[in-house]
């Protein structure tokens, strides 16, 4: 079943991170029997050729692949989908309207995305026009990102829109947002659970990343079906210091 379907039907999926630009640490994680992995090209310094690369060795190894992208400019969405990318998380969606927009540039038509068949993404010319464009109404994921409070005010019209696949909630910035520094502060909490509320009225698959891994039976049970969490340098630190741990300890 393809990313976009298991998605759409709140099926439980684990992904993570990846913050390094060498394509080595993402062709390590795809062996891992995680569901899919996200290129954070928000706040990691991915240019098109490290995420060119990254895309390829996790489709090499058969493993869904999502591009956290820095802006909504034609160009970044149309090049994160034309290298292979399983879809997009577009940060900090604060209006229905500004998510429409964006929307339209992740698929062909009138106004959107700029078709080639010369890309990966059609197969270097071997799809063809009819079978290109099916595979991007299928299979182009489109993950909207909450994280600001003005967002709030318009959670219900935002998970009304189709082209939207997942609502996921960016919980660090929402704190920011709503003046705090602490993600368990009970405004956080709140903000998150109206967002899942609006996912559940709407049937609208919802993700998040989690810091603190007690919660997640929690948010769980409330109809969280994605989570991004942890990501490949957290990999790196929790392995050297468990290492540490157990060279100290004998």
């Known amino acids: 079943m393809l990313l976009k379907q298991k998605i759409r039907n709140q099926q439980p999926l684990l992904g993570t991170f990846i913050k ?11 062996l891992s029997n ?3 992995l996200c290129l954070d090209a928000e706040h990691a310094p991915f240019d098109r050729s490290d995420l060119d690369q990254c895309v390829l060795a996790a489709k090499a190894n058969n493993k869904p692949v999502v591009i956290r992208v820095p802006d909504a400019n034609d160009s970044t969405l149309l090049n994160a989908l034309d290298i292979g990318a399983d879809g997009v998380v577009l940060p900090h969606i604060k209006t229905a309207k500004q998510a429409i927009e964006i929307c339209k540039k992740c698929f062909f038509g009138d106004g959107g995305r700029g078709f080639a ?17 099916e595979k991007s109404v299928n299979q182009t994921c489109v993950i909207a990102q909450i994280e600001d409070l003005v967002a709030l005010d318009e959670i219900d019209q935002i998970c009304q829109i189709d082209d939207i696949d997942c609502i996921f909630i960016g919980r660090i910035d929402l ?29 609208k698959a919802c993700g998040m990343f989690v810091g603190n891994l007690a919660e997640l039976p929690q948010w769980k049970k409330l109809g969280v079906s994605l989570f991004l969490l942890g990501s490949d340098h957290n990999f790196l630190l929790s392995g050297a210091n468990t290492l540490r741990a157990a060279f100290d300890n004998e």
Not at 20 to 30: D, G, I, P, R
Not at 117 to 133: D, E, M, N
């Open 117 to 133: 068949g010369s890309t990966r993404f059609a197969q270097y010319t071997t799809a063809g026009i009819p079978k290109t464009l």
């Open 34 to 36: 995680l569901d899919l």
């Open 175 to 203: 704190t920011i947002s709503l003046g705090q520094t602490n993600p368990s502060h009970p405004s956080v909490v709140a903000a998150v659970e109206t967002i899942v509320n609006a996912c559940n009225t709407h049937n």
């Open 20 to 30: 390094t630009t060498h394509y080595h640490n993402t062709e390590v994680l795809a």
